[in-house]
Nanobody, 117 residues
């Protein structure tokens, strides 16, 4: 079974950029739908992006124009490139495989993104 783990979060000022990683173990991301989420303290889990096995990508409106997706050569890692970050982007970011579900925010630790004003 392929499992994924997130990394790459950090603290940046407003306008900064980060590259988050979603790395697979036990296999690759070939054939998988990869979904990124984020969750702020006390708030619901929200989908940020989905990437289909064929490479089609959907971005939620609150990150549209500020985010991009890429893969490493082996398609073991998907990268979520965040730019023009705002304080309201501060959250724990999670990735998961399969169909979108808000439960994904509770499956792993995620990676913390903190944007200072």
């Amino acid at each position: 079974e392929v499992q994924v783990v997130e990394s790459g979060g950090g603290s940046v000022p407003t306008g900064g950029s980060l590259r988050l990683s979603c790395t697979a173990s036990g296999g690759t991301l070939h054939g998988s739908n990869v979904v990124w989420y984020r969750q702020k303290p006390g708030e619901e889990c929200l989908m940020v992006s989905t990437t289909s096995p064929g490479g089609q990508t959907y971005f939620t409106d609150f990150v549209e124009g500020r985010v991009a997706i890429s893969f490493d050569n082996t398609k073991t890692t998907e990268y979520l490139w965040l730019s023009s970050l705002k304080p309201e982007d501060t959250a724990v970011y999670h990735c998961a495989l399969g169909n979108p579900t808000i439960d994904a925010c509770y499956w792993g630790q995620g990676t913390q993104v903190t944007v200072s004003a």
